[in-house]
């Protein structure tokens, strides 16, 4: 932007002109110094204002010079130098910027990776619960109904062996009744007929038990 | 030591200068106002211009580095930033165009007013120096202002804003007075700046003198003069600011392109650059 406004190198035909018109200007200065003197630079000097025009023509010419070689020897290629420098950085600065958003991009792209695989983890973590829970359902049902099972298997179990031991205790009972009659009557009773009564009895008693 | 520096002095003063002839009038008794002559006046300019192209020389080495490490080629580095500064500043994004010249302008007045701290004379202490570069600069004002407005438009300026043709009295006269303003101003850039330089020239050798008739040695060899060197180093920045400031503004002046907004707010401007260097 700066180099649209700064002075371009001058065409050497303008700047060989320009020396020519300062060395030409200094040598009449130097001229006008040592031959012309004017009306009022003589009545300047009387008042002690020291005016040469002759040195200020020759200072215009010296000028005209430096001007030229000056701006040639080392404020064109300062200029540049500088200005290189600035395109540099504005260069780097650049690149550095949109390296930035890359890694701004790179990064949104990395945490939106980072929280679907966090979400994929949760629904597989869910899963697996719940795939474990139904597990424990169907096993607590399973055992339940083994146990179930077995329960009913140790009731019918049960309720056999109490029969049994019910009849048992039944055919004893019997016969220590039946014993216990004898000693008591003494007498030799129909072992038939009082079986038959003390069964009688044992059914009338399981009735009202 | 002392005697062999004030012998150097002595002999460059007396190959460089010439006494004026009104000098024995107005020199009073601290020696005559000499005034540089034509030979001396190019060798103080020639070394000048010979010492700011070997620094730049110097300075020019480190120019390929992507950072300017050298310290002389960062002061001249920082240089260009006032300068750029000066000129954006002020006359615009345009002015950078004029940077060489006032950069050059700026080195060549600054660097003339240090010599003057250590010299007998100096270019800015001679008026037909800086008489040469105000013509150079209003000159190139009024270049730059004819290449801006065209040559009538340039002229046209001088005449103010346009008045009825019964008042053109009026317009000629002030186009007279613009005119001779436009002179003015040669005369006070050159006037302002060898008058700060050379006035402060005068003023330490007028107190150098002090302590001369005393019996004291302390006191008789003692520079009072050396007690204006703060001052006169400060003066030397301010001398080559006030120098460029103002071609700046007088170059912002005629190249501005709003010519409407212009005329007003420039003569405006106009009084006021001039007033301000006139306090300084």
């Known amino acids: 932007m700066s180099e649209k406004s700064y002075p371009k190198k001058s065409s050497a035909p303008m700047t060989i002109g320009m020396i020519i018109v300062g060395a030409a200007l200094m040598y009449g200065g130097m001229y006008m110094s040592s031959n012309v003197t004017l009306g009022f630079q003589e009545s300047l000097n009387e008042q002690g204002i ?3 025009l002759g040195k200020t023509i020759a200072v215009i010419g010296v000028f005209l010079i430096l001007f030229k070689v000056l701006d040639l020897f080392f404020f064109n290629p300062l200029h540049v130098a500088i200005d290189t420098r600035t395109d540099d950085l504005e260069r780097t600065f650049g690149e550095a910027e949109s390296l930035r958003a890359e890694m701004t991009q790179m990064k949104s792209e990395y945490e939106k990776r980072l929280a679907d695989t966090e979400a994929d983890a949760r629904a597989q973590i869910q899963a697996q619960i719940k795939e474990a829970q139904d597990l424990k359902k169907s096993l607590m049902a399973d055992a339940q109904r083994q146990a179930d099972d077995y329960k009913q298997t140790a009731i019918a179990e049960i309720d056999a062996e109490k029969k049994k031991v019910m009849t048992e205790l039944r055919v004893e009972v019997t016969k220590l009744s039946l014993q216990a009659t004898e000693k008591i009557l003494g007498a030799n009773v129909d072992s038939d007929r009082n079986r038959k009564l003390i069964d009688e009895f044992l059914t009338s008693v399981e009735a009202k038990n | ?21 009104a000098g024995g ?13 034509f030979m001396g006046l190019m060798i103080y300019t020639f070394a000048i211009a010979g010492l700011i192209m070997i620094l730049m ?12 490490k050298g310290r002389l080629l960062q002061y001249f580095e920082q240089l260009h930033g006032f300068v750029e ?8 994004g345009h002015g950078r165009k004029y940077m060489p010249m006032i950069y050059t302008l700026w080195l060549m007045i600054f660097v003339s007013n240090l010599v003057a701290l250590a010299f007998p004379s100096s270019p800015t202490a001679d008026l037909s120096f800086n008489l040469g570069i105000a013509l150079l600069a209003i000159g190139y004002v009024q270049w730059e202002g004819m290449k801006a407005n065209g040559v009538f438009g340039h002229w046209k300026h001088f ?25 003015m101003k040669n005369v006070s850039l050159s006037l302002r700046l060898f008058g700060n330089i050379d006035g402060g020239h005068q003023a330490a050798t007028a107190m150098n003198e002090l302590g001369k008739e005393s019996n004291l040695f302390l006191v008789k060899y003692l520079p009072f003069g050396a007690f204006l060197m703060p001052i006169k180093m400060l003066t030397c920045v301010v ?3 006030i120098f460029c400031l103002l071609f ?15 005329a007003d707010h420039a003569h405006g401007e106009e009084g006021g650059a001039n007033a301000h260097p006139a306090t300084t």
């Open chain 2, 85 to 92: 500064n000066l000129c954006v500043g002020i006359i615009g």
């Open chain 2, 1 to 21: 030591m002392q005697d062999l520096v004030l012998n150097a002095q002595w002999f460059l003063a007396e190959a460089t200068t010439h006494a004026a002839e």
């Open chain 2, 57 to 68: 020389a110097f300075a020019k080495k480190g120019l390929k580095d992507r950072v300017f």
């Open chain 2, 159 to 183: 005449a103010g804003p346009k008045l009825p043709i019964a008042l053109i009295p009026i317009t000629l006269m002030i186009f007279v007075i613009e005119l001779i303003s436009e002179v």
């Open chain 2, 239 to 241: 001398q080559a600011l």
């Open chain 2, 25 to 37: 009038e107005h020199g009073g008794g601290h020696g005559g106002h000499a005034t540089l002559s």
């Open chain 2, 248 to 262: 700046c503004v007088y170059l912002s002046l005629v190249t501005h392109h709003d010519h409407d907004d212009h």
């Open chain 1, 50 to 52: 020291l005016l040469d």
